[in-house]
Nanobody
Framework: QVHLVESGGGLVQAGGSLRLSCSAS????????MAWFRQTPGAEREFVAG????????NYGDSVKGRFTISREDAWNTVYLQMNSLKPEDTALYYC????????????WGQGTQVTVSS
């Protein structure tokens, strides 16, 4: 069983940046492909970014290509999502997911961290 905890969300103005972190106490997370998803009220869950177990193969949703970057640091059992040039439509609850690099999710989810982008 993998337990994931997201952090780094908050309120930011349009054009700003945030860096989200997803950490696990279990070192076994280093063997999993990882992904970020997001969801807003009244909308379906959306794939954001994914990374394979080695950190060498990256995958992004069309809406964030060129603006977001996913990476992983195995020494700290952590996956990051660097979010630049944020737009109001990026406002969502962001979830970390283990077991897939997307777009279909793996079976392990964190509780989520809220990102709000103001105009």
């Amino acid at each position: 069983q993998v337990h994931l905890v997201e952090s780094g969300g908050g309120l930011v103005q349009a054009g700003g940046s945030l860096r989200l972190s997803c950490s696990a106490s279990e070192s076994s997370v280093r063997t999993y492909a990882m992904a970020w998803f997001r969801q807003t009220p009244g909308a379906e869950r959306e794939f954001v970014a994914g990374i394979d177990w080695s950190g060498n193969k990256l995958n992004y949703g069309d809406s964030v290509k060129g603006r977001f970057t996913i990476s992983r640091e195995d020494a700290w059992n952590t996956v990051y999502l660097q979010m630049n040039s944020l737009k109001p439509e990026d406002t969502a609850l962001y979830y970390c997911n283990a077991g897939s690099s997307g777009p279909a999710p793996g079976m392990f989810w964190g509780q989520g961290t809220q990102v709000t982008v103001s105009s």
